[in-house]
């Protein structure tokens, strides 16, 4: 199936300091990504749609300026967790899905944690 | 208000038997149902899904059963292997909906050898 990467993996930082995740679709293009945050022991919670070349639309309660999202290409969203703090430190799991096609893709997910 | 629910938080099977895993949804406009296993610390991977013009839909061990006048699926793995020891998720999405998908809370399944 497709690939769909997300870098890093894992990342630990400082509160205050802000910190970018990419999700990038390996081999095919995606005109909308999805940003999802899971707590643990809960289901994935769907943050924001990331459309290719426009702004990204966020779900209710998701504050936009704290959780920047670009989608610069049809290969490539980032995350920007802006002004970390410890409440942030959560997995972040993005998505995609290929033009044309049903079947949405999952990167691996970023596991962050904010001291 | 979660549309997409999984009553069961965790389900254990022996080896070798029929593992069922239940999903219901709340939300009539929902039109494709998809269900994801996922290990800890890594993206979900996609299993199976079905269109609401259909009631079942195969894939090897895998099936997945729709009966939308309940508003009920559920995934059945036949037979049941340790590796399949996960948390399975079950997921809806609607024509027109920006093609987002809705997540269920999750059924951490364990296979027992």
């Known amino acids: 199936g497709a690939v769909v990467s997300q870098h890093p993996s894992w990342v630990i930082c400082k509160s205050g300091t802000s910190v970018k995740i990419e999700c990038r679709s390996l081999d095919f293009q995606a005109t909308t990504m999805f940003w999802y945050r899971q707590f643990p022991k809960q289901s994935l919670m769907l943050m924001a749609t990331s459309n290719e070349g426009s702004k990204a639309t966020y779900e209710q309660g998701v504050e936009k300026d704290k959780f920047l999202i670009n989608h610069a290409s049809l290969t490539l969203s980032t995350l920007t967790v802006t002004s970390a703090h410890p409440e942030d430190s959560s997995f972040y799991i993005c998505?995609?899905?290929?033009?044309?096609?049903?079947?949405?893709?999952f990167g691996e997910g970023s596991r962050l944690t904010v001291l | 208000d979660q549309q997409v629910k999984q009553n069961s938080p965790s389900l254990s099977v022996q080896e070798g038997r029929i593992s069922i895993l239940n999903c219901d949804y709340t939300n009539s406009m929902f039109d494709y149902f998809l269900w994801y296993k996922k290990y800890p610390a890594e993206g979900p991977t996609f299993l199976i899904s079905i269109s609401s013009i259909k009631d079942k839909n195969e894939d090897g061990r895998f099936t997945v059963f729709l009966n939308k006048s309940a508003k009920h699926l559920s995934l059945h793995i036949v037979p049941s292997q340790p590796g399949d020891s996960a948390v399975y998720f079950c997921a809806a999405t609607y024509s027109g909906g920006y093609q987002k998908v809705t997540f269920g809370t999750g059924t951490k399944l364990q296979v027992i050898p």
């Open positions: 998505s995609a899905r290929e033009i044309g096609v049903g079947e949405l893709f």
